[in-house]
């Protein structure tokens, strides 16, 4: 019995040693609203991944695309999809629907 207590008490302490959990990712919610991103804006940690999810509140397809951050995603009618973006340098990125680039416009602020 005391073997057994023993050992319990030995992996309750190895368990505790475990670090709290590194991938966790920060997470931005954008959505698109006829040509309108919401928001229009959205502030990153630089030199950090981070994942976006892409609400796509249209009646037709939206192509999320930020070709400096190697983005092109597309998100099917009335969808959400989640994008993971890998770290960026500091600066500003521009995103876009790509089916209507002319007027769906955001920014990526990465600092």
């Known amino acids: ?3 057994k207590l023993v050992l319990a008490a030995g992996c309750l302490a190895m368990i505790s040693l475990v670090p709290a959990r590194a991938d ?3 997470t931005y919610d954008l ?4 040509t309108t991103f919401k928001p229009a804006e ?3 940690k630089a030199d950090e991944p981070f994942v976006i999810n892409f609400n796509n509140m249209n009646a037709a397809p939206a192509e999320l695309e930020a070709i ?3 983005i092109e995603k597309i998100a099917p009618a009335k969808s959400t999809i989640s994008v ?3 770290p960026a340098d500091a600066g ?3 995103f876009v629907d790509e089916f209507q680039e002319d007027v769906a416009k955001g920014t990526i602020i990465a600092e």
């Open 1 to 3: 019995m005391t073997l």
């Open 24 to 26: 966790e990712i920060a």
């Open 31 to 34: 959505t698109l609203e006829g």
């Open 42 to 44: 959205l502030r990153v």
């Open 68 to 70: 400096d951050l190697k």
């Open 84 to 86: 993971r973006v890998l």
């Open 92 to 94: 500003t990125y521009t």
